[in-house]
Structures are given as C-alpha cells and as structure tokens.
C-alpha cells in the first residue's frame, strides 16, 4: 500500500523559506505515469494546488505562487520537497503531498496524512 | 479559464439522492475528480476521469459530465457521506490543477 508522509518545521518566521519533503514508501517515485505534488488548505478554507513534479524532474507550479515555489525530487531516497520563500501569515495552511495519476483528470489518488505549517514570529 | 464554481452547501435526507455540481470553462475539454473531506482527515477520491471510481469507494457514489458541468451523485445518502466535498479538475492549458471551493453536505 502505497503511502505518504510530509515533515518539515511546523513553525516558520515571516519573510523566511518553508521546507516541507515528502516520503514515499510502499512504492517507487520513478514510477509512470504519476507526478507528485503539493496541495494546501488555510484554516476553514479550500483546497489550493501549489505544485507538481515528474520523476524525471519535470514542474509545473501554480501560477500565483510560481515566484516564490520550488520543488524538487530525490528518487534515490524516494522523497519530493517544498520550498516556498518569503512566506507570510496567508501561507499558514496545512499542508499535503499527494500521487496524481498522470492522464484524464489528473487525480490525486494518494494523499499524506498533511503537516500544519503556521507562520508567526 | 482557471475557477471551478461549486454549491457552498447542499442537505440531503438519509437514503435520498443528492447531486453536487462544478462549474467551469476548462471542464469542457477535461474531467473532473471529485474528493470527500472529513474534519481532520486528507482529502479522499471518490470519484474521477469519464466514470472511475477507486478501489474501496462505494458504488453510491457516480459522477457525470456534461459540457462546462461536473457532477457527483451520491444515490442513498448515508450519514457517513456528510462531508466537505471538492472536485478538481487542470485548467485550459491543461498545465495547472485547479480545485473548486468545495460543497459541505449535510445529511438530515
């Protein structure tokens, strides 16, 4: 069974680079046809795409966080990462790493467990 | 186009049909999936592409597409299907995800 799970700080200053990496296990990383990705929620609020990757390295990113996002992949430890800079309170959100299917709707059919980042000072 | 409009909520009676809608422009060339969403929980698919749905997910669930217009069926509402509820779907350029802001159903 394939599963995931986020890790990183759980607190990060204003102006500061989030960090968030993503542990695949059950599965390889490399496997086609699937892009990895981040997906956010603020408190009480929806879902927000932040970003994905291919194995092969291959990004697409959210347009009004492109400036401010990367993400990367490790297929030798099997694991994907955030990083999203400068944050600000309005980046307070748990967040999640998912499995899209690569084909049709792109659905996530895997999702971790999410990791609430706050940003505050 | 880059929005995806649902139905902030919809309330179903226990063992009535129940149909929440998505709206949007990219849903003309592509799918939808949709997600359920518990208090505390990720998000799960329930449903998706042209009539998929995932190993596990109970065949009340049924999902539909009709040019600019998702929608999923929930047919014999149960209590466990109260839930946040949201598709998704890439916008026009097919390059970017983007997800609708989400239907809260209440089950009477």
């Known amino acids: 069974q394939l599963q995931l799970q986020e890790s990183g700080p759980g607190l990060v200053k204003p102006s500061e680079t989030l960090s968030l990496s993503c542990t695949v296990s059950g599965g390889s990383i490399s496997t086609t046809p699937y892009y990895w990705g981040w997906i956010r929620q603020s408190p009480g609020k929806g879902l927000e795409w932040i970003g994905s990757?291919?194995?092969?390295?291959?990004?697409y990113y959210n347009p009004s966080l492109e400036s401010r996002v990367t993400v990367s992949v490790d297929t030798s430890m099997n694991q994907f990462s955030l990083k999203l800079r400068s944050v600000t309170a309005a980046d307070t959100a748990v967040y999640y790493c998912?499995?899209?299917?690569?084909?049709?709707?792109?659905?996530?059919?895997?999702w971790g467990q999410g990791t609430l980042v706050t940003v505050s000072s | 186009s880059s929005e995806l409009t649902q139905e902030p909520a919809v309330s179903v009676a226990l063992g009535q049909t129940v149909t929440i809608t998505c709206q949007g422009d990219?849903?003309?060339?592509?799918?939808a999936s949709w997600y359920q969403q518990k208090p505390g929980q990720a998000p799960l698919l329930v449903f998706y592409?042209?009539?998929s749905r995932p190993s596990g997910i109970p065949d009340r669930f049924s999902g539909s597409n009709s040019r600019g217009t998702a929608s999923l069926t929930i047919t014999g509402a149960q209590a466990q299907d109260e839930a946040d509820y949201f598709c998704?779907?890439?916008?026009?350029?097919?390059?970017?995800?983007?997800f609708g802001g989400g239907t809260r159903l209440t089950v009477l």
């Open positions: 990219s849903l003309i060339v592509h799918y």
């Open positions: 998912a499995r899209a299917y690569a084909s049709g709707s792109y659905p996530f059919d895997y």
């Open positions: 592409g042209k009539n």
């Open positions: 998704n779907s890439r916008d026009s350029s097919g390059d970017h995800v983007i």
């Open positions: 990757i291919h194995y092969s390295g291959r990004t």
